[in-house]
């Protein structure tokens, strides 16, 4: 059997790796940074540009049908799109429950990449969806890395001419932020033979 495992990084563009090419994107620059620490890990990039947190659900169980066996870990980057559109931050918080119960129920460590709403939204809208996120990770015992665009976010340098996307930069900004959370979930929940070998 061999000693790698998949680690599913299931979100948006940001995850997606949207303007980029295929090995600029989320998903290879962290399966480079995890096995240049010594971490045999396969990171499958399961990020639709454009996702909701509506339409992540809605596609989870064909994502999962899709694995070859359960991932050690998931990372779920979704949120963000909600936010743009100004979606009401109860249906945010309802998919993403629904989201982390699916994975708990198939016994899938998560990795929340959280979001958070911007500037120019009402301080309510701001308040109600910034609690989503620690909520749901205190609820369902899963690790939390607060802001996935941490350090990223409004600096023109590390963004596409949208302003909005990460460049190749960007993307090793987020990676080399959210790094150190990817290995302590994966040392607190195991990526053990028996994880990484059965069915997801």
Request: hydrophobic share 45%.
């Amino acid at each position: 059997m061999s000693d790698d495992f998949d680690i599913l990084a299931f979100g948006d563009s940001l995850t997606a790796g949207y303007g980029l090419a295929r090995d600029q994107g989320f998903a290879p620059q962290l399966e480079a940074a995890l096995r240049k620490r010594g971490v045999p890990a396969n990171v499958v990039n399961a990020g639709i540009s454009g996702d909701t947190v509506a339409a992540g659900w809605a596609r989870l169980p064909r994502v999962i049908a899709s694995l070859e066996r359960r991932p050690a870990l998931a990372i779920v980057g979704l949120g963000g799109n909600d936010m743009l559109r100004m979606e009401p931050p109860f249906m945010t918080r309802e998919g993403l429950e629904a989201i982390l119960a699916e994975f708990a129920r198939r016994e899938v460590p998560v990795l929340i990449a959280g979001m958070v709403a911007a500037p120019y939204l009402s301080r309510q809208y701001q308040a109600e969806f910034n609690a989503i996120y620690p909520d749901l990770a205190r609820k369902f015992g899963a690790s939390l890395y607060p802001f996935f665009l941490a350090g990223v976010a409004g600096v023109p340098r590390l963004n596409l001419y949208d302003r909005v996307h990460p460049n190749e930069q960007g993307i090793a900004r987020m990676v080399e932020g959210i790094l150190p959370y990817v290995l302590r979930a994966l040392g607190s929940n195991g990526s053990s033979p028996q994880v990484r070998s059965s069915r997801a």
